[in-house]
């Protein structure tokens, strides 16, 4: 739950049609009662720099593709204006079966405005496909992680995480 909100703050601060977030990036979680500027900096401290790119459709697939490829380990991406779903037991690269942004279908050809971490956009954890993508606000330009999380969490008055069903693992 705490990367749905992650990708909330990053789609919510660029007005993005897709966050992205890598579980890696996540190294804490919240305990109920007030968030801290400690707890903030717990749960993102490595200071990255979400960045907005302009993002094919079918490289959105291939990310995912990736991510769950990494068997939930660091690369696994939480999302936010997607959902899919998967299935573990596939072959690595065929397990993503559905993808909606908002309540449409992906489409592969459609560029989409995406917020991510610039370690994913810059290939890191494997996400290699980026590379023809094109990057609206760079990490010079842009806050940190930890930055933009805080203020997204103060525009809301209560933090109630509950699963929303963005990512769905078939059996």
Do not use: C, W
């Not at 190294?27 to 720099?49: Q, Y």
């Not at 991510?67 to 596939?90: D, I, N, R």
């Not at 449409?104 to 050809?109: A, G, N, T, V």
């Not at 917020?115 to 956009?121: C, D, E, K, Q």
């Amino acid at each position: 739950n705490i990367g749905n909100l992650i990708a909330n703050s990053f789609r919510n601060h660029y007005d993005a049609d897709i966050g992205l977030m890598n579980g890696g990036g996540i190294r804490a979680s919240i305990e109920s009662g007030n968030l801290t500027l400690k707890d903030a900096h717990s749960v993102l401290p490595f200071g990255n720099k979400p960045v907005l790119a302009e993002i094919k459709g079918e490289n959105l697939k291939l990310a995912l593709e990736n991510g769950v490829s990494k068997e939930l380990g660091g690369g696994f991406l939480q999302v936010a204006g997607l959902s899919y779903a998967y299935e573990p037991s596939k072959p690595i690269g065929e397990r993503v079966l559905s993808i909606y942004v908002g309540d449409e279908p992906l489409d592969y050809q459609k560029t989409y405005k995406v917020a991510l971490p610039n370690f994913i956009f810059a290939g890191g954890d494997g996400y290699t496909m980026f590379t023809n993508d094109k990057i609206l606000v760079n990490e010079s330009n842009a806050k940190t992680d930890v930055e933009i999380f805080i203020e997204y969490v103060k525009t809301l008055a209560t933090l109630d995480l509950q699963p929303e069903g963005r990512i769905t693992v078939k059996q």
